[in-house]
């Protein structure tokens, strides 16, 4: 059974910086595509950034790219999410994803295993 949890959220202010960690377990996590979602209130759950299974190749939302970065230490089992400049707008609950299948990994749907997710408030 594929766990994923995360961590590292909290309160921030506007310009600020937080570092979310998710750790798996029960899976070959080298493995796994994964991914960094987010939702807020009365929104649809969307795409934050992707990984693949090597490290090498990412993907960002427009709305992240050049403030995030996505990030793996397969010997740790563990996928982060480097979130700096951070607004008021990236105020969400934040959800780690992960997958075995060869996906895009930019939907939702793309994913198997999902977190419990960590919140993120961004004050102004």
């Known amino acids: 059974q594929v766990q994923l949890v995360e961590s590292g959220g909290g309160l921030v202010q506007a310009g600020g910086s937080l570092r979310l960690s998710c750790a798996a377990s029960g899976g070959t996590f080298r493995a796994f595509v994964t991914g960094w979602f987010r939702q807020a209130p009365g929104k649809e759950r969307e795409f934050v950034a992707v990984?693949?299974?090597?490290?090498?190749?990412?993907y960002y939302a427009d709305s992240v790219e050049g403030r995030f970065t996505i990030s793996r230490d397969n010997a740790k089992n563990t996928v982060f999410l480097q979130m700096n400049s951070l607004q008021p707008e990236d105020t969400a609950v934040y959800y780690c994803a992960a997958t075995y299948r060869m996906s895009d990994g930019s939907y939702p749907d793309d994913y198997d295993y999902w977190g419990q997710g960590t919140q993120v408030t961004v004050s102004s």
């Open positions: 990984i693949k299974r090597s490290g090498d190749s990412t």
